[in-house]
């Protein structure tokens, strides 16, 4: 029977990349997998999140300081739970945790890869029925295989990442992921309950007419941000602006609208908050690498995102990430900056 394989679920994509490295072993693409399985259980919950008991505060207060809303702590026990019970990684670090979970049983320590994740991205917006999403960054191990995986293996450049992606709980759930290869995005269809590629070599165009940055926060910005995002309201600015303004406070929308579409989303630091707000491991290195893998760019306004040294899990930085012209206009003030400061 000749069965018409238009669709390729993101099970037979990542077998089907499996295939073309004889010598790969599987476990990146059964990771992968995992994460697609415990999305699809998040997803659930997160659709029908105004109807149950799963909206609002848990009452805990998480290593960030802030409110954990119920939601979260589901999200963060199923990708937790689908890792933990696989054997394609050997721990876990997460925004809801306040120190690496290290798996450390026989299956676990023999596997090659950690994972990091922001498991529900964006949870101030649960209840408000806005996208929020997943993060999640994948490493190989530089510690032995056969023992326990050690913080090193999480404390990574993320220029050393082999995977990352995210999910997306929108108007519909999309599962994007890159690795060295490039971006691919999957659509969940619910009538087969398979996230299908829908968005094959995903790239970002190199100009864009969107820019995201929280204007409440302007007055705290360097001189630099500020004379860009003055120019980014300017008609006939160098790129024919004015560009126009979306932020909807959820990274993953606003990064996803921009990584499709083009443009550039913000988050600098501010003089309440000198690092920024966005975290290095689980947030800014893997959309940095996905952005970067698609042809965009991705810095702290001084070096390349992937390449910060990390020293701490949960440590934040700045983060200006998108279209290459418009992360190049945006550079250009900032040298003008360092020029008239020195
Ligand atoms: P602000 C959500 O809490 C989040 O971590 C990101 O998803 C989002 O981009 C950012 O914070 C929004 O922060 O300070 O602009 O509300």
Redesign the pocket.
């Known amino acids: 029977m000749n069965i018409n394989r238009r669709i390729q679920t993101l099970d037979e994509f990542t077998i089907q990349q499996m295939r073309d490295f004889p010598n790969a072993t599987g476990e990146l693409s059964g990771l992968l997998r995992d994460l697609g399985l415990a999305a699809k259980r998040v997803n659930v919950e997160v659709n029908k999140a105004g109807l149950v008991d799963i909206l609002g505060d848990d009452g805990s207060i998480n290593i960030q300081g802030e409110e954990v809303k119920k939601m979260d702590v589901y999200a963060n026990n199923q990708f937790m739970g689908v890792l933990q019970h696989g054997i394609s990684c050997a721990g876990i670090g997460s925004e809801e945790l306040d120190d690496i979970v290290v798996f450390d049983d026989l299956v676990s320590n023999k596997s090659k890869y950690v994972c990091l994740f922001d498991p529900l991205?964006?949870?101030?917006?649960i209840d408000v029925n806005v996208s929020i999403g997943t993060i999640f960054s994948i490493f190989k191990r530089v510690s032995e295989l056969g023992k326990p995986a050690t913080k090193e293996d999480f404390l990574q450049q993320g220029n050393k990442q082999v995977a990352a992606g995210y999910v997306i709980y929108g108007s519909s759930t999309m599962f994007v992921y890159a690795t060295r290869r490039g971006v691919n995005g999957f659509t969940l269809d619910p009538s087969i309950g398979e996230f299908c590629l829908s968005h094959p070599d995903i790239k970002c165009p190199d100009m864009g007419k969107i820019y995201s940055v929280?204007h409440?926060?302007f007055f705290q910005y360097g001189e630099a941000v500020k004379k860009y995002i003055i120019a980014c309201q300017k008609k006939d600015n160098t790129s024919g602006g004015p560009y126009t303004q979306r932020?909807i406070?959820?990274?993953?929308a606003?990064v996803h609208r921009n990584l499709i579409k083009g443009g550039i989303f913000m988050?600098p630091s501010t003089v309440d908050k000198h690092k920024g707000?966005?975290r290095l491991l689980y947030?800014c290195n893997p959309f940095a690498f996905i952005v970067e893998k698609a042809g965009g760019l991705a810095t702290n306004g001084k070096i390349r995102i992937l390449d910060i040294q990390p020293t701490e899990l949960h440590e934040r930085t700045p983060l200006f990430i998108g279209s290459k012209i418009m992360m190049d206009e945006l550079d250009a003030y900032i040298n003008t900056e360092l020029k008239e400061n020195k």
């Not at 991205?121 to 917006?125: A, K, L, V, W, Y």
Request: hydrophobic share 15%.
């Open positions: 991205d964006g949870s101030s917006n929280n409440g926060n932020y406070g959820s990274m993953v606003d988050y707000k966005l947030e």
